[in-house]
């Protein structure tokens, strides 16, 4: 039988990176999305020695450029007859300052990258993904983006929530298409989810975080292998749905 594939971008580093390793445990072809492709090839490199019998390519794949994700749509056309699992992970934090101080280009390219790029990459891989059996879109989100959150004096996060509203405002739009695509899609065996990773050790947070990569990228691993009882259009932790 051949493998379920999967496409993950921003999957060089950090919890895409860990996300592949976790999909190739689990039985995938994965394409590992990088927007530099020398630094794709050496994650790949990494995962085939972490992982006996890997089947793992590097893709060079930078979300905010159209011809680009094109280019890996075509590319992946060409390869493979359907495409199982999309993991839009790709993500930058923007500045850390009080939404008073948030430079608007700084907002704006954030939005590039979080909400922008995941809609982009989703919308030039849905044939391939309408092509599989039942495929999954897992949008990597986090729970700063929930109005619900930040509205909540008691949310034990507040204080540093309120300090990146380019960084929450975007995965609030990735969290509203989530909702909206699944609604969409509804009639189809394909599920669309926002999931949060939960504080984890990568770049993003200069590795302040305090989980593993590689037990946060479980819960992606989860909705990527949905069953077709599973949830769509939802919001998920590891504890289960978050408040919008
Ligand atoms: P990370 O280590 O900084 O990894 C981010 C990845 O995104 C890198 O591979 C980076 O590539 C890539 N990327 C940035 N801009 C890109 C673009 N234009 N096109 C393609 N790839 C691009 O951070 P991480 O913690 O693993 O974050 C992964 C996701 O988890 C993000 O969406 C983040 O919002 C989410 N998240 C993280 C945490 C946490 O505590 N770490 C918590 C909640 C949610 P380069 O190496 O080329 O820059």
Same mark, same amino acid.
């Given at each position: 039988m051949n493998a379920r594939t999967a496409l993950v971008t921003g999957a060089n580093r950090g919890l895409g990176l860990a996300a592949c390793q976790r999909l190739l445990e689990a039985g995938f072809q994965v394409f590992l999305g990088s927007r530099d492709q020398a630094r794709g090839e050496e994650a790949a490199d990494l995962l085939r020695r972490n992982v006996d019998g890997a089947l793992v390519s590097a893709v060079a794949l930078d979300v905010t450029d159209e011809a680009s994700v094109s280019s890996t749509a075509e590319h992946l056309e060409g390869l493979i007859p359907h495409l199982d699992a999309l993991v839009n992970n790709a993500g930058i934090s923007g500045p850390r300052v009080w939404p008073s101080e948030q430079p608007t280009d700084a907002m704006k390219q954030t939005f590039e990258v979080n909400f922008f790029g995941p809609h982009r990459v989703t919308r030039s891989l849905l044939p391939l993904l309408r092509a599989a059996p039942a495929a999954r879109i897992v949008n990597v989100s986090t729970s700063s983006g929930s109005l619900g959150n930040v509205a909540d /004096?008691?949310? /034990?996060y507040l204080a540093n929530a309120s300090r990146t509203l380019g960084y929450s405002a975007s995965k609030a739009a990735l969290n509203m298409e989530t909702i909206q695509l699944a609604y969409e899609l509804r009639d189809t065996k394909m599920k669309v989810n926002a999931i949060c990773p939960g504080y984890t050790a990568t770049a993003f947070n200069a590795f302040k975080g305090t989980r593993d990569p590689l037990v946060s990228a479980q819960i992606i691993v989860t909705y990527a292998t949905l069953e077709d009882d599973g949830p769509t259009g939802g919001f998920f932790d590891e504890q289960g749905a978050i408040r919008w």
């Open positions: /004096p008691q949310w /034990p």
